[in-house]
């Protein structure tokens, strides 16, 4: 009978009742509280500990870029790093600046799962600065790479 009531519980998306416990029997373990906030059952484990994405991961090396001109005219910057060896990794952020010294812009509008990224809205003749910042699982953002600097050819130029 128990189990024919479950059964429609679970169809009808009503939870069956419990069996009635033996009074003898140890009740059951109460909730923890997660570290992110949200609640867990007693005995289940976090994937994370709670010390290991308390700060971000170590800024991104490497960082290297490129402008192209394409026979067709149009301009872009691609740009390459290496990849990161933080476990709890969740992508990359790319900025870019005109002014040195400056983090610049975001560019990415999502965290890119990949160590590379095209920067299709460059122009003819302009300097750009692109630095790039790992992030975590739990959302924070390392410091930046050391900049690199980029000429974009100006018109009739080949790639630099």
Known sequence: MALLLGALG??????APAPPRPPSATP???PQQANNGKREPAGSRSMASPASDTSGPAAPQGVEAIAVR???GSLEVDL?????????????NVYRS???GERGMRLNPRVLPVPEFRDTTVSAGVTYRYSVTAVSAAGHESAPSAPVTV?????GQGSP
């Open 98 to 100: 005109q002014q040195p």
């Open 10 to 15: 679970m169809l009808f998306g009503c939870a």
């Open 70 to 72: 394409h026979s067709s």
């Open 151 to 155: 000429n974009v050819p100006g018109s």
């Open 28 to 30: 059951p373990a109460a």
């Open 80 to 92: 390459s790093w290496a990849i990161s060896d933080a476990g709890n990794l969740a992508g990359y």
